[in-house]
């Protein structure tokens, strides 16, 4: 399953709402999971099952989409959520496939 | 807390091998399926292995098959990746992750928490 995401690189002022996109080759249900990147860290969990927010993760980060269609919204940029951020499926793996990424930065 | 702490990787020459160790804790290990991951420089991610609880089920990317053997030892809480015939497009850093979810393994493979990473480099 190929998994796309748009736009390459998103541009958003501090405060502004961001929204990512990503698309699945075929249906993948909602086993769909999206993960932020900053620089030299390992990637962090966000959400899975296409809208459930991980342990910890601020309320201002939402999930939506089932099927092929997905989004991930940040509500209000902070400083912090200039990063990278990646989608992925596990509905019909191996493989796992990811998404080629989306960078945030600021506007 | 939960933690996953790779090790084991460096410079090595094309053709050569590498074996990755991962080390868990603060989670009962023997509940979860592991998985590789890595990150080429400046790339994207990149799925590499798979393997069960009880290491029942393994699986690869066709990029690897053939050449990279992933195993755990539950006794010690760590998770391998013996790593042969190693190419320069093998270069890159490699993640540990646990499965978020130990409930099912095939439903639930999403990836949380990640180690730090380890790099290889295969380089002449």
């Known amino acids: 399953i190929v998994m796309t995401q748009s736009p390459a690189t998103l541009s958003v002022s501090p405060g502004e709402r961001a929204t990512l996109s990503c698309r699945a080759s075929?249906?993948?249900?909602?086993?769909l999971a999206w993960y932020q990147q900053k620089p030299g860290q390992a990637p962090r969990l966000l959400i899975y099952g296409a809208s459930t927010r991980a342990t910890g993760i601020p309320a201002r980060f939402s999930g939506s989409g089932s099927g092929t269609e997905f989004t991930l919204t940040i509500s209000s940029l902070q400083s912090e959520d200039f990063a990278v951020y990646y989608c992925q499926q596990y509905y019909n793996w191996p493989p796992v496939t990811f998404g080629q990424g989306t960078k945030v930065e600021i506007k | 807390e939960v933690q996953l702490v790779e090790s084991g990787g460096g410079l090595v020459k094309p053709g050569g091998s590498l074996r990755l160790s991962c080390a868990s804790s603060?989670?009962?290990?023997?509940?979860?399926?592991m998985n590789w991951v890595r990150q080429a420089p400046g790339k994207g991610l990149e799925w590499v292995s798979s393997?069960?609880?009880?290491?029942?089920?393994?699986y690869y990317a066709d990029s690897v098959k053939g050449r990279f053997t992933i195993s755990r030892d539950n006794a010690r809480n760590s998770v391998y990746l013996q790593m042969n015939s190693l190419r320069a497009e093998d270069t890159a850093v490699y993640y540990c992750?646990?499965?978020?979810?130990?409930?099912?393994?095939?439903?639930?493979?999403?990836?949380?928490?990640w180690g730090q990473g380890t790099l290889v480099t295969v380089s002449s």
């Open positions: 992750a646990r499965q978020g979810d130990s409930s099912a393994y095939y439903s639930n493979n999403w990836f949380d928490p």
């Open positions: 393997i069960s609880s009880s290491s029942s089920y393994i």
């Open positions: 603060g989670f009962t290990f023997t509940s979860y399926s």
């Open positions: 075929q249906s993948v249900s909602s086993n």
